[in-house]
């Protein structure tokens, strides 16, 4: 029975390394067995397929003939550290066919172990990556691309916003003095020729002024500090202290942090949706408050008010740039406020949104994630 069983055990040995043999053989991807010098012992017929390199030209040889040369030297020397140490490497490899045909390939090496457990061979198989990383190259170079036009279009914005102020400073200052000597002369709807036109000017002004605000936001280097947003908010309540009067909005807050960020643009951040607020309220005495919170490795601020309200289907266009929800006549603005805000949420690594029912009141929420500072170790706190 014993010498069956052993007999039995040969057999079924046999017929697995015949299994194994063929499973590496007809496999679907590349095979290569070297000795722990890295001399090529084994490779199966799809390597030669891929490589254009028959078995008997590669045996004995090392790997490296497969080299375009492009590989930097640590990746190899990284490599063999991993496989040397009896660890798995993967990683990424630029080679050359026999044809000359270069090809980037994803790559696991791992190291076989004899009987005493000692590494006696090294098995690669790899895929062929190459469209992928042509699909990368193509993505990064539209990336580039997108990011310089990006930055010419706010260096345009900034340059004819800035060109523009003077000689629409020049038609105010002669629409003043049109209606200072000549307003007596003038019939009521010349009078009223003048009003309108002075309107317009000022109407462009400020949306010149929000234009240059827009682009600098692009255009100027990111500078984060920490920044006690309990003082920020104090100062912007400070600026807006004639609004909120007027308004006789009641604006209360939860403890804010300190966290990094710009705090030149958190502050204009907070006073466009204060002001957003106190523009857009309803005829029930103003509400707003203030509060943060933590979540994971961001902040989320929300600014919450009981103002009218935004239609579910304005959400998303609400923050677009010259977007306008509402007439010049219902609300005067600009249409920049909120496209500003985004930009400047998104400058940080965040996000903005919001949660609105018409007559409801409307919430703004924005994440800030924690920063750090590429010349110091700024993060939040």
């Known amino acids: 029975m014993a010498k069956m069983r052993i007999k039995r055990e040969k057999i079924e040995r046999r017929e697995g390394f015949a299994l194994f043999a063929r499973v590496m053989e007809q496999g679907p991807d590349p095979v290569v067995v070297t000795d722990v010098s890295g001399r090529i012992e084994y490779v199966n017929q799809r390597f030669s397929e891929v490589t254009g390199y028959p078995k008997e030209e590669v045996l004995g040889k090392n790997p490296r003939i497969l080299s375009a040369g492009e590989t930097p030297r640590a990746t190899y020397d990284q490599l063999w550290e991993t496989i040397l140490s009896g660890k798995i490497w993967q990683g990424e490899l630029y080679n050359r066919k026999k044809s000359g045909e270069s090809f980037w390939e994803f790559i696991t090496i791992a190291p076989i172990r004899d009987e005493g457990g000692r590494i006696s061979n090294f098995a690669a198989s790899w895929k062929d990556i190459s469209g992928k990383k042509q699909i990368e190259e193509k993505l990064a170079k539209i990336a580039a691309e997108l990011e310089r036009s990006n930055l010419e279009l706010e260096q345009f914005a900034y340059v004819a916003s800035h060109d523009l102020q003077e000689p629409l400073s020049m038609v105010q200052m002669y629409l003043d003095l049109l209606e200072m000597n000549y307003s007596d002369k003038l019939d009521e709807p010349g009078r009223e020729l003048i009003r309108n036109t002075k309107a317009g000017a000022q109407h462009s002004q400020k949306l010149i002024r929000g234009l240059l605000d827009y682009a600098r936001i692009g255009i100027r280097e990111r500078s984060l500090e920490t920044t006690d947003f ?152």
């Open 230 to 381: 309990e003082a920020l908010l104090r100062r912007v309540m400070t600026d807006l202290e004639m609004n909120v009067l007027k308004s006789g909005a009641d604006i209360t807050h939860d403890k804010l942090p300190k966290t990094a960020a710009e705090p030149f643009l958190m502050g204009r951040l907070f006073q466009n949706l204060l002001s957003n607020a106190i523009k857009y309220r309803s005829g029930e005495p103003l509400k707003i408050h203030i509060s943060a919170r933590r979540e994971k490795t961001a902040w989320i601020f929300s600014i919450r008010d009981n103002g009218i309200g935004i239609a579910s289907k304005d959400k998303e266009r609400a923050f677009g740039l010259f977007q306008r929800l509402h007439t010049e006549t219902e609300h005067p603005g600009t249409g920049i406020g909120l496209a500003l805000c985004k930009k400047i949420v998104e400058r940080h690594g965040g996000k903005i949104w919001l949660e609105s029912e018409p007559g409801q009141g409307t919430t703004f929420h924005f994440s800030l994630p924690e920063q750090v500072k590429k010349t110091g170790s700024l993060t939040n706190s």
